[in-house]
């Protein structure tokens, strides 16, 4: 209980920032918060508050301890809070990241429902097309699409995602339809620059087995939404995902083509580190996602964030 209150401490003045703000919150003597302050740099051997009459710094080792700290007091709370009286009741903060496209379309707008729905939990999210390090960079847990590379990392598969050529109707009825991957050659393909991620080129299923094509075209970029903007602007073919593209399917503003050469889907995934007790925040988020993306309505639009993406 000693160690317990002697963390509690220490995790109050750092985020308030003086013995006296950390007291008042517990309504106890500011000498008391010093002292458990004391004892426990004594316990621990090193230096974590550098105290002067003006304000409490963190030292390095404070810095990285404090991290610690909070997430093993955010995982108790959830701990507690999921075997209460009151019934599962997440708590503490959430850090996520995501790919910068699909976390626009498919993981920010459910943010908001998600915190309304647990409003004792904060949530920072990242959108970033690099593969974060999760685990040196302290998030909780990541969005992932397509293939995942081997790593210690769990993953949990919340949907299916399939890539399609697509193009508008205007530019097909003005270049026709291509009948087999090769014939995208002679078209004008819209394609991700060579220093992009997407290095193997676009993927066929041809005669039982996948295979890749490196189409070209007048123009390519590095950002996948600009090259959906050209493709709906009948700038030429692309190669989109369905989470994507589906809407603009449905609507009639894009067509897909080659369906009978698609390749076998990937996925979408949560990824998060391997943890004997998962805090239950991410599980419920983990759990949000599966359920929100496996709504039969979701990709089409008709409910949740599909329609607003």
Known sequence: ??????????????????LTAAAL????????????????EERLGVKLLVRTTRRITLTHEGS??????????ADLASAEASVS?????????????APAGFG?????????????????VSLSLN???RVVDIVNEGFD?????????????????LADNRRLCVATPEYLARRGEPASPSELMRHDCLTLSSDAS?????????????????????????????????????????WRSTWEVERDIAAGRLKAVLESFAAPPNGIYAVFPQRKHLPLRVRLWIDFLKHSYGDPGYWSGATGAGSAA
């Open 1 to 18: 209980m000693a160690r317990l209150k002697q963390i509690e401490s220490f995790v109050a003045v750092a985020t308030k920032g003086s």
């Open 85 to 97: 009286a009151g019934g599962v009741k997440a708590s503490g903060h959430l850090r996520i990241t």
């Open 127 to 129: 959108l970033s097309d």
């Open 141 to 157: 847990c990541a969005v992932r699409v397509g293939d995942l590379p081997d790593s210690s990392l769990v993953s949990v598969r």
């Open 198 to 238: 997407q290095t193997r080129g676009w993927a066929f299923q041809v005669d039982g087995e996948v295979t890749h094509l490196r189409p070209s075209g007048p123009l390519d970029c590095s950002d996948g939404q600009v090259l959906h903007h050209w493709c709906l602007q009948g700038l030429g073919i692309a």
């Open 64 to 73: 990285a301890y404090l991290e610690d700290c909070q997430r093993i007091l």
């Open 104 to 120: 626009r379309r498919h993981v920010a707008p459910l943010v908001p429902r998600f915190v309304a729905e647990h409003p004792e």
């Open 25 to 40: 919150a517990e309504g106890v003597a500011p000498a008391v918060i010093g002292r458990r302050i004391d004892a426990l």
